[in-house]
């Protein structure tokens, strides 16, 4: 069988999604070699394959979301002749007219909306969320099948979309153990310290800074947190500088909060290693996800995790991470000063956590995903 795989996502310059795909992809190859696999990927990584016997490499630098992935790529799939395609997001082509399999990570380009989601001008925002939705919606029709990465999206999807559940499967996703647990000598600890311009305590957000991801609230309780506390409580925000990074920028500049709130921009997963382990915990004070990775990553190299309790977390963290109401300053603040007070609550998250990052796997994923390819092409 003939598999494709738009592999234009490989790599950790794609965050979340190049995650998911580049585990995919190398789980996928490690385990199959039945199927033959058919990668459309960029040229900066097609060395990556050599020598494996059932992969052919299909060069492609079409752009993520342009016009021509909708009328080019068509034409690239059908020129091999695929038996089955499988498009690791919702940017199907809605031309292509063979079996495709769809990964729906979440709605949450569906579902967020207003002004504050958007840098546009209304009229480019509004004919942004038209091309969303047509997209959406015909995407989510001719898909043979599609795949979430939890039961919460497999339902945002079957209701939203107004998709049978019999065509949507979830495979939930995992740590790739590339952030490592480590112990810091005295001497690292206080360079790494230094170099990023931290002072313990201090709690860690990493992931993009889109509105969804709640960012507001995190620094609005950070900041109430310290008017009523003598010793500070520090807050380092790992992500791309996308066109949202601005925004925090200001808001942070706004309270003259630039001593204890840090932008640290993109950081290697060796320097993330090295933050994860100085760090209070991790917060995640989301308001929409489709699996919350960064939480399962930090529990498993034994960093507690604060969450909101919002759309998937508690079904992915279970009992492991202390959850607030995402809407809520106070709930937050309050969570806060528990995990600072107890070291025993600490400790006990920390036992959770990892025992919950070990139900997850890639490796499990990935034969799940080949079972639903075998399904779809007797």
Request: charged share 25%.
């Amino acid at each position: 069988m003939r598999i494709g795989i738009d592999a234009r996502l490989y790599g950790p310059e794609h965050t979340g999604l190049g995650r998911y795909v580049t585990n995919l992809v190398d789980n996928l190859l490690k385990q199959d070699k039945e199927n033959e696999y058919i990668l459309f990927v960029d040229k900066k990584y097609s060395h990556s394959f050599q020598g494996l016997a059932n992969v052919k490499i299909v060069k492609i630098n079409i752009p993520i979301y342009s016009f021509s992935e909708q009328i080019i790529l068509p034409l690239v799939y059908l020129k091999e002749k695929l038996d089955l395609l499988h498009v690791p997001h919702f940017n199907a082509p809605i031309l292509y007219p063979k079996k495709f399999v769809v990964t729906l990570h979440d709605l949450i380009k569906h579902t967020s909306k207003g002004k504050e989601t958007t840098t546009r001008f209304l009229a480019g925002y509004l004919l942004k969320r038209l091309g969303y939705a047509i997209e959406f919606w015909i995407m989510s029709r001719r898909a043979t099948a599609i795949i979430t990465p939890t039961n919460y999206v497999k339902k945002d999807v079957s209701r939203n979309l107004k998709v049978n559940e019999n065509k949507i499967f979830v495979t939930y996703e995992a740590s790739d153990g590339k952030i490592k647990e480590t112990n810091l000598s005295p001497k690292i600890a206080t360079k790494t310290l230094t170099d990023y311009n931290l002072q313990k305590p201090f709690v860690i957000y990493t992931g993009n800074v889109y509105p969804h991801k709640n960012l507001d609230v995190l620094i609005d309780a950070v900041l109430s947190h310290n008017s009523k506390k003598e010793v500070d409580l520090n807050l380092a925000i790992v992500c791309a500088r996308s066109v949202f990074y601005k925004r925090v920028e200001a808001k942070i500049a706004s309270h003259k909060a630039q001593n204890i709130i840090k932008l640290l921009g993109f950081v290697s997963d060796d320097e993330l290693s090295k933050l994860y382990s100085l760090a209070l915990c991790l917060v995640h004070p989301s308001k929409m996800e489709g699996f919350g990775l960064t939480g399962i990553e930090a529990m498993a190299v034994g960093l507690p995790v604060i969450s909101s309790n919002a759309s998937c977390l508690p079904e992915v963290y279970g009992n492991a991470a202390l959850y607030f109401d995402p809407n809520s300053v106070s709930d937050l603040v309050a969570v806060l000063e528990k995990m600072i007070s107890s070291q025993e609550l600490r400790q006990e998250l920390i036992l959770r956590g990892k025992l919950q990052a070990k139900k997850y796997s890639w490796k499990r994923m990935a034969k799940e995903t080949i079972d639903i390819y075998n399904s779809f092409c007797k």
